[in-house]
C-alpha cells in the first residue's frame, strides 16, 4: 500500500481508538483521524505515513454517522480539551464501558464471558455540561495588546480567546470579563512566557455546588522587590468588581515567578474573604439508583487543596465505592493515594477504624481538619508513599486490614502497594481507578494473588471527553489458610513498564 502525504481519501470509520480518534480502514490499512466520529463516511487528508499505519486529517465528512451530534462550543476541534464533544452522550458512555471492558480482556486477562458478568451499566450525567467546580484559564494578549483569557491552542502555548466553556459553570464568564476590564482600565499586563515579564498569568475560578460558594484566585508573576502593601495595582477597584458576584466567599492570589509550565505557586495570599470554600458530598444509595440517604461530608477547599472537579459524580462515585466496601461498622478500612480525605470520611461512619494514606502533606493536613470539622473521630492519617507505610505499619506495628479502599493516580498501585495488600488479606478490595489499562494490569496482580473480582462499574466524571472513572469490588476467594499462605510467598508477576492504552476499542 503506497499512500502519500496530502492524498486526498474516502474512508468509512469503523471503529475509535481509546483517545477518541476515528479509525478509517482501506484495505485493512488504518488511517487516525482526530474528529472523526465511528460511521462517518469521511474525506480525508493524509497527514502522515507510516509502516503498519497513517494519521489523516477530517477535510469533510460525507455521510455523518448516525451517533454525530452538532458540538455545543465551536471551539472544540482546536481545544482538544474535548476530544469527543461531537459524539452523542448515549454512544460516549457505550464507547467508555468498552474502553473499560476492553482493558479488561486485553490488559487484564481477564475472559470476556467473567467481564460480562461482573460490568454493571456505566453511571452517565442527565446534564453532562457545565458539571466542572474548578476551572484555570490562562491569561494573555491578543494581537492589539488587549488582555484576553481563554485556552491554548492543541500543544502550543498560544491562547484562544474563550472565556465561556460549556464543561464550566456560567459565572467562570462574568468573572473573567471582570478580570479583563479591570486589566484593561488599570493597565495591568498579562504575563508574557518568552520575556518572564507581565503579572496575571491564569486564573483559578471554584465554586461549591452545594454551598454556592465562589473563589477566584488570581496567579500572578509578582517579584519580591515589587511589593507593595497590595497584591495588585488598583486591587480595591477589582476587589469592589468581583465582590458583586452573588455568593463570592474568597478572593486570594498566588505569587508564581518560576517559568516553568506549573500554574499555581506555593505562596498563597487572600485578599478578601476567607481562605477557603466548603462543599458538602452527600452520601448516596448506590443499590437503589444514587437516592438521598441523607447524611453528608463537608469540605474546606483552598486555593491548592485536590477536589474531585465534577461534584454530582463523585458522590454517585464514592457511594459506589462505600457500598462496594461492604461496610457493617466493625472493620478496619485503609483508604490509599486518599488526597484530602474524601472518601476516607464518607467510610467512616461505617466503619471501626480508617487509616488513610496520601503523600501530599498539606493534603494530609486538609484531611485532618476535614475529620474534625465533620466530628469524625475514627479515621487517622499517614503522610508518605503508600507503598512504604502500609507495609510498615502492617509489619512494624501490627495494623491489620478489613477492606483496602485504593484510588490511585494514573500510573495505578505500586508493586509493593499490591504484594503488601496481598499479604494483609483483606476480606474486600475496592479499587477506584481513572486509568483503566493500569486497572487491568493490577487487578491481574490482585486476582493471581487469591482474589477474585465480583463488580466492576464505570462512573462517567468527565462527559465531553476520553476519560472514564472505573471502580471495582473483589473478594479474597476464602479465607482458608492454605490461599493466604500462598499468597504471601508469592513472587509477584509485576511489569513495571508503562502499559499502554490498547489502541483499538472496537477492533
Ligand atoms: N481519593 C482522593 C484522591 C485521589 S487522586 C479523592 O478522591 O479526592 C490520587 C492521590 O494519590 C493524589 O492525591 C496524589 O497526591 C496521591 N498519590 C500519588 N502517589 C502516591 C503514593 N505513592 N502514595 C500515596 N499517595 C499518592
Given at each position: 500500500m503506497n499512500y502519500e502525504k496530502n492524498q486526498?481519501?474516502?474512508?468509512?470509520?469503523?471503529?475509535?481508538?481509546?483517545?477518541?480518534?476515528?479509525?478509517?480502514?482501506?484495505?485493512?490499512?488504518?488511517?487516525?483521524?482526530?474528529?472523526?466520529?465511528?460511521?462517518?463516511?469521511?474525506?480525508?487528508?493524509?497527514?502522515?505515513?507510516?509502516?503498519?499505519?497513517?494519521?489523516?486529517?477530517?477535510?469533510?465528512?460525507?455521510?455523518?454517522?448516525?451517533?454525530?451530534?452538532?458540538?455545543?462550543?465551536?471551539?472544540?476541534?482546536?481545544?482538544?480539551?474535548?476530544?469527543?464533544?461531537?459524539?452523542?452522550?448515549?454512544?460516549?458512555?457505550?464507547?467508555?464501558?468498552?474502553?473499560?471492558?476492553?482493558?479488561?480482556?486485553?490488559?487484564?486477562?481477564?475472559?470476556?464471558?467473567?467481564?460480562?458478568?461482573?460490568?454493571?451499566?456505566?453511571?452517565?450525567?442527565e446534564e453532562p455540561f457545565h458539571y466542572r467546580n474548578k476551572a484555570q484559564y490562562p491569561i494573555g494578549k491578543d494581537k492589539e495588546g488587549n488582555p484576553t483569557a481563554g485556552f491554548y491552542a492543541g500543544r502550543t502555548h498560544d491562547i484562544i480567546a474563550n472565556t465561556d466553556c460549556c464543561l464550566g459553570v456560567k459565572e467562570n464568564q462574568q468573572?473573567?470579563?471582570?478580570?479583563?476590564?479591570?486589566?484593561?482600565?488599570?493597565?495591568?499586563?498579562?504575563?508574557?512566557?518568552?520575556?518572564?515579564?507581565?503579572?496575571?498569568?491564569?486564573?483559578?475560578?471554584?465554586?461549591?455546588?452545594?454551598?454556592?460558594?465562589?473563589?477566584?484566585?488570581?496567579?500572578?508573576?509578582?517579584?519580591?522587590?515589587?511589593?507593595?502593601?497590595?497584591?495588585?495595582?488598583?486591587?480595591?477597584?477589582?476587589?469592589?468588581?468581583?465582590?458583586?458576584?452573588?455568593?463570592?466567599?474568597?478572593?486570594?492570589?498566588?505569587?508564581?515567578?518560576?517559568?516553568?509550565?506549573?500554574?499555581?505557586?506555593?505562596?498563597?495570599?487572600?485578599i478578601w474573604g476567607k481562605d477557603t470554600i466548603e462543599d458538602t458530598i452527600f452520601v448516596r444509595d448506590a443499590e437503589k439508583e444514587f437516592a438521598s440517604a441523607g447524611r453528608g461530608v463537608t469540605f474546606a477547599i483552598s486555593p491548592l487543596s485536590f477536589y474531585q472537579v465534577n461534584p454530582v459524580q463523585t458522590e454517585k462515585l464514592y457511594s459506589l465505592a462505600l457500598s462496594y466496601a461492604g461496610l457493617t461498622g466493625k472493620e478496619v478500612v485503609w483508604d490509599l493515594y486518599c488526597g484530602i480525605g474524601t472518601i476516607s470520611l464518607f467510610l467512616a461512619e461505617n466503619a471501626k477504624q480508617v487509616y488513610g494514606v496520601e503523600i501530599v502533606p498539606q493534603a494530609i493536613e486538609d484531611a485532618k481538619r476535614n475529620a474534625e470539622n465533620n466530628g469524625i473521630k475514627n479515621a487517622r492519617f499517614f503522610v508518605g508513599k503508600a507503598e512504604e507505610v502500609l507495609p510498615k505499619q502492617f509489619e512494624e506495628n501490627g495494623i491489620s486490614a478489613d477492606v483496602i479502599v485504593v484510588d490511585p493516580p494514573r500510573k495505578g498501585c505500586d508493586?509493593?502497594?499490591?504484594?503488601?495488600?496481598?499479604?494483609?488479606?483483606?476480606?474486600?478490595?475496592?479499587?477506584?481507578?481513572?486509568?483503566?489499562?493500569?486497572?487491568?494490569?493490577?487487578?491481574?496482580?490482585?486476582?493471581?494473588?487469591?482474589?477474585?473480582?465480583?463488580?466492576?462499574?464505570?462512573?462517567?466524571?468527565?462527559?465531553?471527553?476520553?476519560?472514564?472513572?472505573?471502580?471495582?469490588?473483589?473478594?479474597?476467594?476464602?479465607?482458608?489458610?492454605?490461599?493466604?499462605?500462598?499468597?504471601?510467598?508469592?513472587?509477584?508477576n509485576y511489569r513495571e513498564e508503562e502499559i499502554l492504552d490498547c489502541g483499538c476499542i472496537y477492533g
Open positions: 486526498i481519501l474516502t474512508v468509512e470509520i469503523v471503529d475509535m481508538t481509546s483517545e477518541g480518534e476515528g479509525i478509517g480502514k482501506l484495505d485493512g490499512y488504518p488511517f487516525f483521524v482526530k474528529d472523526a466520529i465511528i460511521g462517518d463516511k469521511a474525506q480525508i487528508r493524509v497527514t502522515k505515513v507510516k509502516k503498519n499505519y497513517a494519521y489523516g486529517r477530517l477535510e469533510k465528512v460525507l455521510t455523518p454517522s448516525p451517533f454525530r451530534v452538532d458540538a455545543k462550543c465551536v471551539f472544540h476541534k482546536k481545544c482538544g480539551g474535548c476530544q469527543i464533544q461531537a459524539m452523542s452522550y448515549q454512544r460516549q458512555l457505550q464507547f467508555k464501558e468498552s474502553k473499560v471492558r476492553n482493558n479488561l480482556i486485553r490488559i487484564g486477562g481477564f475472559a470476556p464471558e467473567l467481564v460480562n458478568k461482573v460490568m454493571e451499566p456505566i453511571v452517565g450525567m468573572i473573567l470579563e471582570m478580570i479583563l476590564f479591570y486589566m484593561k482600565e488599570n493597565h495591568v499586563p498579562a504575563y508574557d512566557e518568552s520575556t518572564g515579564k507581565g503579572l496575571i498569568r491564569h486564573v483559578l475560578i471554584r465554586k461549591g455546588f452545594q454551598s454556592g460558594e465562589m473563589m477566584v484566585c488570581l496567579i500572578i508573576n509578582l517579584k519580591e522587590k515589587n511589593r507593595t502593601h497590595d497584591y495588585l495595582p488598583a486591587q480595591s477597584k477589582l476587589i469592589d468588581a468581583l465582590t458583586t458576584i452573588k455568593n463570592m466567599t474568597s478572593i486570594s492570589v498566588s505569587i508564581n515567578t518560576e517559568k516553568a509550565n506549573t500554574i499555581m505557586g506555593k505562596e498563597i495570599h487572600t508493586a509493593e502497594c499490591l504484594e503488601t495488600m496481598l499479604k494483609m488479606a483483606p476480606d474486600r478490595i475496592v479499587y477506584v481507578s481513572c486509568d483503566s489499562a493500569t486497572l487491568a494490569r493490577d487487578l491481574r496482580v490482585l486476582c493471581d494473588g487469591g482474589y477474585e473480582v465480583k463488580r466492576v462499574r464505570g462512573v462517567d466524571m468527565f462527559p465531553m471527553t476520553v476519560h472514564v472513572e472505573t471502580v471495582c469490588q473483589l473478594m479474597r476467594k476464602d479465607a482458608d489458610d492454605s490461599i493466604v499462605g500462598n499468597v504471601v510467598n508469592r513472587k509477584i
